[in-house]
Nanobody
Framework: QVQLVESGGGLVQAGGSLRLSCAAS????????MGWFRQAPGKEREFVAA????????YYADSVKGRFTISRDNAKNTVYLQMNSLKPEDTAVYSC?????????????????????WGQGTQVTVSS
Protein backbone atom coordinates (compact mmCIF):
# COMPACT_ATOMS: atom_id res chain seq x y z
CA GLN A 1 0.00 0.00 0.00
CA VAL A 2 1.03 3.55 -0.71
CA GLN A 3 -0.51 6.56 1.00
CA LEU A 4 -0.34 9.87 -0.83
CA VAL A 5 -1.10 13.30 0.63
CA GLU A 6 -1.09 16.41 -1.55
CA SER A 7 -0.64 19.98 -0.37
CA GLY A 8 0.07 23.40 -1.78
CA GLY A 9 -3.10 24.16 -3.70
CA GLY A 10 -4.91 27.46 -3.43
CA LEU A 11 -6.18 30.55 -5.21
CA VAL A 12 -3.80 32.47 -7.44
CA GLN A 13 -4.14 35.13 -10.11
CA ALA A 14 -3.43 34.36 -13.74
CA GLY A 15 0.30 34.55 -14.39
CA GLY A 16 1.12 33.50 -10.85
CA SER A 17 2.81 30.39 -9.49
CA LEU A 18 2.10 27.57 -7.10
CA ARG A 19 4.09 24.55 -5.97
CA LEU A 20 2.23 21.37 -5.18
CA SER A 21 3.75 18.71 -2.97
CA CYS A 22 2.81 15.07 -2.55
CA ALA A 23 4.15 13.11 0.40
CA ALA A 24 4.22 9.34 0.05
CA SER A 25 4.42 6.62 2.66
CA UNK A 26 4.03 2.89 2.89
CA UNK A 27 6.47 1.72 0.25
CA UNK A 28 10.04 2.49 -0.74
CA UNK A 29 9.54 5.76 -2.56
CA UNK A 30 12.38 5.20 -4.99
CA UNK A 31 10.63 2.06 -6.27
CA UNK A 32 7.56 3.87 -7.59
CA UNK A 33 6.94 6.13 -10.54
CA MET A 34 4.88 9.22 -9.78
CA GLY A 35 2.44 11.29 -11.78
CA TRP A 36 0.08 14.23 -11.49
CA PHE A 37 -3.40 14.33 -12.98
CA ARG A 38 -6.07 17.00 -12.78
CA GLN A 39 -9.81 17.18 -13.17
CA ALA A 40 -11.90 20.28 -13.68
CA PRO A 41 -15.65 20.33 -13.01
CA GLY A 42 -17.54 18.72 -15.87
CA LYS A 43 -14.36 17.63 -17.62
CA GLU A 44 -12.49 14.37 -17.98
CA ARG A 45 -9.45 13.60 -15.87
CA GLU A 46 -6.33 14.87 -17.62
CA PHE A 47 -2.69 13.83 -17.42
CA VAL A 48 -0.40 16.64 -16.32
CA ALA A 49 3.09 15.29 -15.68
CA ALA A 50 4.99 12.20 -14.57
CA UNK A 51 8.45 11.30 -13.33
CA UNK A 52 10.31 8.02 -13.24
CA UNK A 53 11.53 6.30 -10.09
CA UNK A 54 15.00 7.78 -10.29
CA UNK A 55 13.83 11.15 -11.53
CA UNK A 56 15.80 10.67 -14.70
CA UNK A 57 12.80 10.81 -17.02
CA UNK A 58 9.95 13.31 -17.00
CA TYR A 59 6.84 13.62 -19.15
CA TYR A 60 4.42 16.48 -19.66
CA ALA A 61 1.10 17.15 -21.29
CA ASP A 62 1.40 19.61 -24.16
CA SER A 63 -0.91 22.01 -22.31
CA VAL A 64 1.60 22.49 -19.47
CA LYS A 65 4.94 21.96 -21.20
CA GLY A 66 7.27 24.87 -20.55
CA ARG A 67 5.18 26.12 -17.61
CA PHE A 68 5.10 23.21 -15.17
CA THR A 69 8.02 21.23 -13.76
CA ILE A 70 7.77 17.89 -11.97
CA SER A 71 10.52 16.82 -9.62
CA ARG A 72 11.06 14.42 -6.74
CA ASP A 73 13.17 14.12 -3.63
CA ASN A 74 13.55 10.44 -2.83
CA ALA A 75 15.18 11.24 0.51
CA LYS A 76 12.02 13.12 1.55
CA ASN A 77 9.54 10.73 -0.12
CA THR A 78 8.02 13.68 -1.90
CA VAL A 79 7.14 14.63 -5.46
CA TYR A 80 6.59 18.25 -6.49
CA LEU A 81 4.79 20.08 -9.24
CA GLN A 82 6.03 23.62 -9.80
CA MET A 83 3.41 25.52 -11.75
CA ASN A 84 4.33 28.85 -13.33
CA SER A 85 2.47 31.22 -15.66
CA LEU A 86 -0.81 29.80 -14.47
CA LYS A 87 -3.92 30.26 -16.59
CA PRO A 88 -7.60 30.12 -15.65
CA GLU A 89 -7.87 26.88 -17.63
CA ASP A 90 -5.42 25.29 -15.16
CA THR A 91 -8.15 25.43 -12.52
CA ALA A 92 -8.82 21.88 -11.32
CA VAL A 93 -8.34 19.39 -8.54
CA TYR A 94 -4.81 18.06 -8.83
CA SER A 95 -3.98 14.60 -7.56
CA CYS A 96 -0.74 12.70 -7.36
CA UNK A 97 -0.54 9.07 -8.34
CA UNK A 98 1.83 6.18 -7.85
CA UNK A 99 2.75 3.39 -10.23
CA UNK A 100 4.40 0.36 -8.63
CA UNK A 101 4.42 -2.09 -11.52
CA UNK A 102 6.65 -0.25 -13.92
CA UNK A 103 6.07 2.07 -16.82
CA UNK A 104 8.05 3.09 -19.86
CA UNK A 105 7.47 6.00 -22.17
CA UNK A 106 4.91 8.76 -22.44
CA UNK A 107 2.04 6.52 -23.57
CA UNK A 108 2.34 4.47 -20.42
CA UNK A 109 2.78 7.35 -17.99
CA UNK A 110 -0.12 9.41 -19.34
CA UNK A 111 -2.58 6.56 -18.89
CA UNK A 112 -4.65 6.94 -15.72
CA UNK A 113 -5.23 3.19 -15.51
CA UNK A 114 -1.52 2.44 -15.15
CA UNK A 115 -1.46 3.97 -11.67
CA UNK A 116 -2.17 1.95 -8.56
CA UNK A 117 -2.60 4.55 -5.83
CA TRP A 118 -4.17 7.98 -5.67
CA GLY A 119 -4.19 10.91 -3.33
CA GLN A 120 -7.28 12.88 -2.31
CA GLY A 121 -6.32 15.84 -4.41
CA THR A 122 -5.77 19.54 -3.83
CA GLN A 123 -7.76 22.37 -5.39
CA VAL A 124 -6.00 24.86 -7.63
CA THR A 125 -8.02 27.90 -8.68
CA VAL A 126 -6.62 30.48 -11.10
CA SER A 127 -8.54 33.73 -11.36
CA SER A 128 -8.48 35.91 -14.47
Amino acid sequence: QVQLVESGGGLVQAGGSLRLSCAASGRTFSSIHMGWFRQAPGKEREFVAAISRSGGSTYYADSVKGRFTISRDNAKNTVYLQMNSLKPEDTAVYSCNANKDGCSGYVCFQNYYNYDYWGQGTQVTVSS
